[in-house]
């Protein structure tokens, strides 16, 4: 199993670009999350989903988008790139009455 | 506010001696607690969850605790080694809603020097 893997590791984007983080899971588990950790700060909630066709919005949601078609897929579209969204991006699954497992995070930077 | 906290400031610690991080929190009630372990350009792994009706647990060198009248646990490495060197984040689930949705504290650095 690979686990949650994360596309792309890294992205520099300019203001007002767009983009989609890429996250997949082999695990078959119904729930998944999109976390941004900035430095020194604990991980904030964006998305999250409890199966395919449900998602709904974390603390932090606003100039973010999900899809949940499949399972195994949960993509996070930023389509108006702004400074605030400089950060890292972390995307997990849960197994039930188990931690998550995290991917290891898309560093994002806005210019 | 409903808010974790763990201490900032980095732990310095001799190997072998035992490191205890805390973690507090305010105005929740959570059913469970979770440690993870985050090193530098990596995502968290999870290490340990404790449920509210557990005092203690324990996985190889690492031991949780769970007070839920204080609202704070307390996890240790006992015998730490360098290759603990790391940031341990404390996590909790503080609505017990659907989802599963976790809130996370900063994280505590620990850094074992030999």
């Known amino acids: 199993n690979a686990g949650v893997t994360q596309t792309p590791k890294f992205r520099i984007l300019k203001i007002g670009q767009s983009m989609t983080l890429q996250c997949t899971q082999d695990?078959?588990?119904?729930?998944m999350y999109w976390y941004r950790q900035d430095p020194g700060m604990g991980l904030k909630l964006i998305y999250y989903s409890v199966g395919a066709g449900i998602t709904d919005k974390g603390e932090v949601p606003n100039g973010y988008n999900v899809s949940r078609s499949t399972t195994e897929d949960f993509p996070l579209r930023l389509e108006l790139a702004a400074p605030s969204q400089t950060s890292v991006y972390f995307c997990a699954s849960i197994r039930e009455n188990y931690g998550y497992t995290f991917g290891s995070g898309t560093r994002l930077t806005v210019v | 506010s409903q808010k974790i906290e763990q201490n900032s400031e980095a732990l310095n610690i001799q190997e072998g001696k035992t490191a205890t991080l805390t973690c507090n929190y305010t105005?929740?009630?959570?059913?469970?607690l979770q440690w993870y372990r985050q090193d530098p350009g990596r995502g968290p792994v999870f290490l340990l969850l404790?449920?509210?009706?557990?005092k203690e647990k324990r996985k190889e060198r690492l031991k949780v605790t769970f007070d839920t009248t204080l609202k704070q646990s307390l996890f240790h490495i006992t015998a730490s080694q360098p290759a603990d060197s790391a940031t341990y984040l404390c996590a909790l689930d503080p609505f017990k809603a659907a989802g599963n949705k976790l809130t996370f504290g900063g994280g505590t650095r620990v850094l074992v020097k030999p």
């Open positions: 105005n929740y009630s959570p059913a469970y």
């Open positions: 404790i449920r509210e009706n557990e």
């Open positions: 695990m078959n588990h119904n729930y």
